[in-house]
T-cell receptor
Framework: DAGVTQSPTHLIKTRGQHVTLRCSPISGHKSVSWYQQVLGQGPQFIFQYYEKEERGRGNFPDRFSARQFPNYSSELNVNALLLGDSALYLC???????????FGQGTRLTVV | GNSVTQMEGPVTLSEEAFLTINCTYTATGYPSLFWYVQYPGEGLQLLLK?????DKGSNKGFEATYRKETTSFHLEKGSVQVSDSAVYFC???????????FGSGTKLNVKP
């Protein structure tokens, strides 16, 4: 069975640019969450989407946005990139809003 | 608020040594507690979990007991192997998998 898949695996962007990260949940899972993991730190919660609606948002600026599509895949968008946005972005999927979460391998974003 | 504090690493042990990684938490209500493991270049894998006080989570020789009186969830293993080398994250979820709060991670190096 396919796990949580994220694309791309690595990405290099310039300050001020925009980036879109993609996540495909495990088949049948309806909830997707996004986390930012800065090097040497634990992941920080960004968003949770369930049934295509935002169900939770972490302490991140409005430059960060996300959406969930009818097939339950999700995109994370970050505008006006800053050097500090360089991190591993992790997607987690779960069957429902409060079920066990399974993490993807992440997208490594480097902002130069 | 909700937060997790875990011992700083790196922790370096010889193969077959006993492992303890300390984790304490602050939470509102009755959280679920988790240990996740991250191998180099990979995402997070759930190692074990406990959903209520005095529960013991166990997997692959690792154990942790949910101690409400000391707000702790220390990870232990009786005999580590080289293959256990990874970064270990303690985490809590106040709504039972809805949203995770992670510690900063503890890197474990096991030498043959």
């Amino acid at each position: 069975d396919a796990g949580v898949t994220q694309s791309p695996t690595h990405l290099i962007k310039t300050r001020g640019q925009h980036v879109t990260l993609r996540c495909s949940p495990i088949s049948g899972h309806k909830s997707v969450s996004w986390y930012q993991q800065v090097l040497g730190q634990g992941p920080q919660f960004i968003f949770q989407y369930y049934e295509k609606e935002e169900r939770g948002r972490g302490n991140f600026p409005d430059r960060f946005s996300a959406r969930q599509f009818p097939n339950y895949s999700s995109e994370l968008n970050v505008n006006a990139l800053l050097l500090g946005d360089s991190a591993l972005y992790l997607c987690a999927s779960s069957l429902g809003q409060v079920d066990e979460a399974f993490f993807g391998q992440g997208t490594r974003l480097t902002v130069v | 608020g909700n937060s997790v504090t875990q011992m700083e690493g790196p922790v370096t042990l010889s193969e077959e040594a006993f492992l303890t990684i300390n984790c304490t938490y602050t939470a509102t209500g009755y959280p679920s507690l988790f240990w996740y493991v991250q191998y180099p270049g990979e995402g997070l894998q759930l190692l074990l979990k406990a959903t209520k006080a005095d529960d013991k989570g166990s997997n692959k020789g690792f154990e942790a007991t949910y101690r409400k009186e000391t707000t702790s969830f220390h990870l232990e293993k009786g005999s580590v192997q080289v293959s256990d080398s990874a970064v270990y994250f303690c985490a809590l979820s106040p709504y039972n998998f809805n949203k995770f709060y992670f510690g900063s991670g503890t890197k474990l190096n096991v030498k043959p």
